[in-house]
């Protein structure tokens, strides 16, 4: 028994050293190990809350949304005309509330550590970094995103499958709902999204996705939004912001 | 060592290897799903919490026959004892404010068999059959939970549900799918949150699929006890009661055929459910129709609303138009 433990060690060491002798293991990059494929246009399909997503609802009507009570005040203080005299008619296209919003996206990978977000609603880039986190820089719209692919299987020949997870922060304060629900520069907002595919070669975008501001909400905002694969991608229609439609 | 002991050593190593290697490959992947989900709001909300306006089929891909039939419902219908345990449909819970929960049975070797949904007062549990049996015959009997068969897609289980009954797919307006309806449903939980989409095909009462994404959180106090009780009748319209009349409008005069128009100023297309009002370029045709009302209407605060209950954030203040002044003196005053 000890001669049969001696010898699988040996083999073991021998086939350790053949590997290091080996040439060295090209760099992995996140584009590499990709569990699935985001890349492509997606459409929202606007089938829950149409109400508040593809218009602008009235001033007040924050149902839904765990706001606070200054939550609440600041969504009751919404006044577009002087966001458009701040300059800040984006303030519904930043990565929380956009992702709600009636829009198409372009995923590309931008180099291969680096998935590219693109709207034609808003005309608006966010870019999802894998690996080490780069210096933030000034709040923004889109703020800044830090993903991990979450990878399962993939071992002894299993099939090897996962998702994204996304965390966005560095912020600048927008809105949740285009009539000025409010969400703070603290605002946390995290992503998992997973790509799933009907039978008939469909594919769907889910985003589960989670607000955290310890400013504006008294429970974090919970909600998943559903986008489908466009073939034809003809119908981006690239439209700036716009603080009051 | 002799080369002969040599090789038969080598060989027994092998053999060791590869039985462990066999062994320890990984079965099929498999969450562990079994839990109690709270239901968490956040979209929809009217829909799930009061109800739904009659007449509101937004977000919906409706053919005209759906339309048709939904126009002629009443909120009276269900009331009537003998539809008041109709069936509603089998993925109905993605619309009701319920929390849920899941549980798996085993064989006896602790093989999963099926996971099962809980069900409540208005809808049937659903079993997923996860050991390989076939989908019965198309003229086989279609129960109110319908059938479904699953499997693990990485860390998702899919299912898909047929042999459901013509019901109610959505809460309180008389939405229908028909008994042809098919669902693919797709259960993945990251974390402590659960995501159900549906994907609901349907010949006869939708134009297109029908899709919805939900999230619940893991939350092992969330059980709503009891879970599926008897369908208990009564009669709440003493004076339709043993007449043969059955509620219903006829085409053309449901009174709230214009409720979303007249309140919330958007166009009868979007809010009778026609596809294509569910896409982006949808808003080309709205930008220069639609007009926000002066006032949020009713339902404004929603879920604040719930949290004037006990457990509320203190001091909202949320003009909700729809609770009693004198409830919302008591709900909001300080100290509270």
């Known amino acids: ?245 | 060592m002799g080369s002969d002991t040599m090789r038969r050593e080598i060989l027994r190593i092998t053999t060791v290897f590869s039985v462990l290697w066999l062994i320890s490959t990984p079965a099929l992947a498999q969450v562990e799903l079994s839990g109690t989900y709270a239901i968490r709001m956040y979209e929809d909300y009217i829909e799930r919490g009061p109800g739904s306006f009659l007449g509101d089929f937004t977000g919906m891909p409706m053919s005209d026959e759906g339309r048709a039939k939904a126009l002629r419902y009443s909120s009276s219908l269900p009331s009537m004892i003998e539809r008041q345990c109709l069936a509603q449909s089998p993925w109905v819970g993605l619309y009701r404010p319920l929390a849920i929960r899941i549980w798996n049975e085993v064989d006896e070797s602790g093989r999963v068999v099926a996971w099962v949904m809980g069900g409540d007062y208005l809808r049937d549990t659903v079993r997923i059959w996860m050991d390989g049996r076939p989908h019965p015959s198309a003229n086989a009997w279609h129960s109110p939970s319908g059938f479904t068969t699953g499997h693990w897609e990485g860390d998702t289980l899919v299912a898909r549900t047929t042999h459901v009954k013509t019901a109610w797919i959505r809460r309180g307006v008389g939405i229908p799918g028909s008994d042809q309806s098919t669902f693919t449903v797709f259960i993945t939980r990251r974390e402590n949150l659960l995501t159900i989409m549906s994907v609901q095909e349907d010949p006869i009462y939708l134009t297109e699929p029908h899709v919805v994404s939900r999230v619940w959180e893991f939350d092992p106090r969330a059980s709503q006890a009891p879970l599926r009780d008897t369908c208990n009748v009564g009669a709440e319209i003493p004076s339709l009661e043993d007449t043969g009349e059955v509620a219903h409008y006829l085409p053309g005069q449901n009174p709230e055929e214009d409720y979303m128009v007249r309140t919330y100023n958007i166009p009868k297309e979007a809010a009778m459910g026609y596809a294509h009002t569910l896409y982006p370029e949808y808003r080309k045709a709205l930008r220069s129709i639609y007009k926000p009302p002066d006032s949020c209407g009713r339902y404004c605060c929603g879920w604040i609303e719930r949290q004037g209950l006990p457990g509320a954030a203190p001091g909202l203040t949320c003009n909700d138009g729809n609770l009693p002044p004198a409830l919302r003196k008591t709900l909001t005053s300080p100290g509270r």
């Open chain 1, 1 to 245: 028994m000890r001669s049969t433990l001696v010898l699988a060690i040996l083999l073991m060491t021998a086939a350790v050293d053949a590997q290091s002798r080996a040439a060295p293991a090209p760099v992995s990059t996140a584009r590499a190990d990709a569990p699935i494929d985001l890349t492509g246009q997606w459409v929202a399909i606007i089938s829950e809350d149409w109400r508040w997503r593809m218009i602008t609802p009235p001033k007040g009507d924050i149902v839904s949304i765990p706001l606070n009570l200054q939550g609440q005040q600041t969504a009751e203080a919404w006044d577009p005309a002087r966001d458009e005299a701040a300059g800040e008619q984006c303030k519904a296209y930043g990565a929380p509330g956009l992702m709600r919003g009636p829009i198409r996206m372009r995923i590309s990978w931008q180099d291969d550590n680096t998935l590219k977000l693109e709207t034609d609603y808003g005309i608006q880039t966010r870019l999802l970094r894998f690996g080490p986190a780069t210096p933030a820089g000034p709040r923004s719209w889109q703020g800044v995103t830090s993903a991990q692919w979450i990878v399962r299987g993939g071992g002894r020949g299993a099939p090897r499958f996962g998702s994204l997870k996304t965390v966005t922060n560095n912020l600048r304060p927008g809105y949740l709902r285009k009539n000025g629900v409010p969400y703070s520069e603290r605002a946390l907002f995290t992503e998992h999204w997973d790509v799933h595919a009907l039978p008939n070669g469909d594919k769907y975008l889910v985003n589960t996705n989670v607000v955290e501001d310890p400013l504006y909400l008294q429970a974090p905002f919970q909600t998943a939004i559903h986008y489908k694969l466009e073939r034809d991608i003809s119908k981006w229609d690239p439209t700036p912001c716009d603080a009051r439609f």
